[in-house]
Structures are given as C-alpha cells and as structure tokens.
C-alpha cells in the first residue's frame, strides 16, 4: 500500500514552459513534504519542503503548492531549464517518525532546449 | 568537506557472500539512514540510527543489519546475500531525527548479487 503516490512517471517539456509534478499521499499524519532531485549515478539531492501548516513554499524558480484536504502537493519549476532534467522524488514525514521519509517513485523531467 | 561518502562504489557478490556497505559522514550528523532504490518502486528505508549506539528498523530491514559504534560511521551488512538484494543503496544523514530535518545523501553503491 503506497502511502505516497507519483503517477507520472515522466514527464517532458520545452525549455521556458513550466513543469508541473504531482504527488499524493494517503497517510493523514504526514505534516512536512519534501521535493528531492536525483541526477543519474548520483545520490539525490533536497530542493524543497513544506509544512503542512502552509499551503505554498517559493524557493527561485521552484515552488511547492500542499492542498492538505485533497491529499495533494505538487511542484512548479518556472522557467524549466535542460539542467532540471531529472528524476524528482516526492517525500513525506511526520513528527514522532523520527525522520523516516516515505518515498513516492519518481517522476523523470526531461526539459528539451 | 565530503559530505557522505560510501563505498564500494559498485560491486557484483556472488549469492550466499557477506558484503559490508560503507558509510561515512563527516557533517556530524546524529541521524543516518539507509536506503534501497529499485526501478519502479523509488527509495525505501532499511534501517536508520538516530544517533551513535542506537538503531532502528525501516520499511524493508530483513536480511540486513546495522550498527553505530560512533558518529560518522554507519556500516550496512548483508549476512547472506540474496538476488533480490541487487539494487542501488543511499546512506543518508542529517542533524538531528526530527521530521524537519533535510536528509544529505551519500553517491550510492550499485550492489549485483547473482
């Protein structure tokens, strides 16, 4: 039973447009997400979070949108670059998991020039 | 600075030999994790330890242990290896075992057990 969803598993878009990735999750106590990027022979790397107490987080380009009554959070890259080519992994917690991340699969971005 | 470093990078093990996967951190971290990624089923927790002499397990431990004799040291091993332990594996870090905390990852080794 996977508790935190990615149905897409890639995704494509023109260099300039925005990415839009999606995730949801199922488990009611998760209070905290987090967007990681992984390249390819590489670990993955942390890009964004959000607690469950906001529903918006802007970091540059990157930004993450929660809609806790939906289950749902996704995240916008605008502009896309070819350099965000990657696989972005959704993740979620919550306090007392002592840290334990549950991991959605991943959605490969390929941004074409 | 390193960061997290593991080693092997790669390594193909024949079934039935034990492996030890290396870990190090040199953030002085609390927290360390373990983490397997298969194709199709993202990362999953093995085993995690919230600071040095304590361990935990994850979502998939069996056929794994772990210990934490010190800080930066974090040592996976596989007592037995089986081919559905092929896969690639994180080590992971981060300050303290709180939910808000930002995990660092290590490159990855790519175990092959056949």
């Known amino acids: 039973d996977q508790q935190v969803k990615q149905n897409s598993p890639s995704l494509s878009v023109q260099e300039g447009r925005i990415s839009i990735l999606n995730c949801d999750y199922t488990n009611s106590m998760f209070d905290y997400f987090l967007w990681y990027k992984k390249y390819p022979a590489e670990g993955p790397t942390f890009l964004i979070s959000i607690s469950s107490i906001k529903d918006k987080n802007e970091d540059g380009r990157f930004t993450v949108f929660l809609n806790k009554s939906a289950k749902h959070l996704s995240l916008h890259i605008v502009p896309s670059q070819p350099g965000d080519s990657a696989v972005y992994f959704c993740?979620?917690?919550?306090?007392?998991?002592?840290?334990?991340?549950?991991f959605g699969k991943g959605t490969k971005l390929s941004v074409k020039p | 600075i390193a960061g997290i470093t593991q080693a092997p990078t790669s390594q193909i093990l024949a079934a039935g030999r034990r492996m030890t996967l290396r870990c190090t951190q040199d953030?002085?971290?609390?927290?360390m994790y373990w983490y397997r990624q298969d194709l199709g089923l993202g990362l999953r927790l093995i085993h995690y330890s919230n600071t040095a002499g304590t361990t935990g397990k994850g979502e998939v431990p069996d056929g794994y242990s772990v210990s934490r004799a010190n800080t930066d040291d974090f040592p996976l091993t596989l007592a037995s290896a089986v081919p559905s332990q092929t896969s690639v594996y994180f080590c992971a870090s981060s300050p303290q075992e709180g939910s808000t905390d930002t995990q660092y990852f290590g490159p990855g080794t790519r175990l092959t057990v056949l």
């Open positions: 953030m002085r971290h609390n927290a």
């Open positions: 993740a979620a917690t919550y306090g007392g998991s002592q840290g334990n991340l549950i």
